[in-house]
T-cell receptor, first 117, second 113 residues
């Protein structure tokens, strides 16, 4: 158990709908990352938050958005869903900045499997 | 850009066989290199890492050496077990800039008793 929790575990919805995925980081971790794992694109970085602020953006679609709340949990919002959005969405957390360095280990949650029908 | 290429899977071996999973990378800066493992129904777990050239990462009998001259980080294990069956991902992270991990496509490993 990594200490990172994600809910829900599975989500089935229809095209055009909107869903929210939730992530709670490990206790003490300030940084949250979202990754998408799909059959055709593999594992891709979407976005990173650090202590409530967006820190880095990857291949995240405009239909997707995320935020990190004061209690450090994060939500990934996916809207106008398409069949191609079906994937496993992982959240990871790390301490963020420690000892002047950012390159600290990322701990992954179990993922949310999204199926768009 | 930054990218990671892993050997195509799936890989099927018998118990106690020798394992090599090839990984090469392209990076604009000086990366740290990682191997992650994903067991069925679980998230990714860090298996081992190396942060500079010629470093050897090791864990649970697995090893990988950071080879800057060949831009490679091949995963090896001398004697695999059924419990090693999983998907293995090679990844890099640049020391500077965004802390995102860049992953290879993953290699599914199945060990038969």
């Amino acid at each position: 158990d990594s200490g990172v929790t994600q809910t829900p575990k599975h989500l089935i919805t229809a095209t055009g709908q909107r869903v929210t995925l939730r992530c709670s980081p490990r206790s003490g971790d300030l940084s949250v990352y979202w990754y998408q794992q799909s059959l055709d694109q593999g594992l891709q970085f979407l976005i990173q938050y650090y202590n409530g602020e967006e820190r880095a953006k990857g291949n995240i679609l405009e239909r997707f958005s995320a935020q990190q709340f004061p209690d450090l949990h994060s939500e990934l919002n996916l809207s106008s869903l398409e069949l191609g959005d079906s994937a496993l969405y992982f959240c990871a957390s790390s301490v963020g900045l420690a000892g002047g360095r950012w390159d600290n280990e990322q701990f992954f949650g179990p993922g949310t499997r999204l199926t768009v029908l | 850009g930054n990218s990671v290429t892993q050997m195509e899977g799936p890989v099927t071996l018998s118990e106690e066989a020798f394992l090599t999973i090839n990984c090469t990378y392209t990076a604009t800066g000086y990366p740290s290199l990682f191997w992650y493992v994903q067991y069925p129904g679980e998230g990714l777990q860090l298996l081992l890492k190396a942060t500079k050239a010629d470093d050897k990462g090791s864990n649970k009998g697995f090893e990988a050496t950071y080879r800057k001259e060949t831009t490679s980080f091949h995963l090896e294990k001398g004697s695999v077990q059924v419990s090693d069956s999983a998907v293995y991902f090679c990844a890099l992270r640049l020391i500077q800039g965004a802390q995102k991990l860049v992953f290879g496509q993953g290699t599914r490993l199945t060990i038969n008793p």
